[in-house]
């Protein structure tokens, strides 16, 4: 079985910050692109960053230089460095897995609640 278990998400002042890591089990992580996507009340989820099996990054224009993702392939483990944080970052937060191959392999955490507020 799959599993991506998220933690680090909580509640935290406008300027502060925030790690977001994602312990992935069940699948062989290093072939694994990975991401973090938001949720946020009303809203639709939308991708906040990703990170491929060769270390290719990319990020939302509206983190771009506040977040930074990273992973760590021996602990199959996968971040997100929040910093600057504002109030139109609250949402849950989503770790996903994906693989593409004949067919396309995708995985979700149960998400991780981010708020942003004094």
């Known amino acids: 079985q799959v599993h991506l278990v998220e933690s680090g998400g909580g509640l935290v002042q406008p300027g502060g910050s925030l790690r977001l890591s994602c312990v992935v089990s069940g699948l062989t992580f290093s072939t694994y692109a990975m991401n973090w996507y938001r949720q946020a009340p009303g809203k639709e989820r939308e991708l906040v960053a990703g990170?491929?099996?060769?270390?290719?990054?990319n990020y939302a224009t509206s983190v771009s230089g506040r977040f930074t993702i990273s992973r760590d392939n021996a602990e199959n483990t996968v971040y997100l460095q929040m910093n600057s944080l504002k109030p139109e970052d609250t949402a849950v937060y989503y770790c996903n897995a994906k693989f593409a191959a004949v067919r396309m392999y995708e995985y979700w955490g149960q998400g991780a609640q981010v708020t942003v507020s004094s």
């Open positions: 990170i491929t099996r060769y270390g290719d990054i």
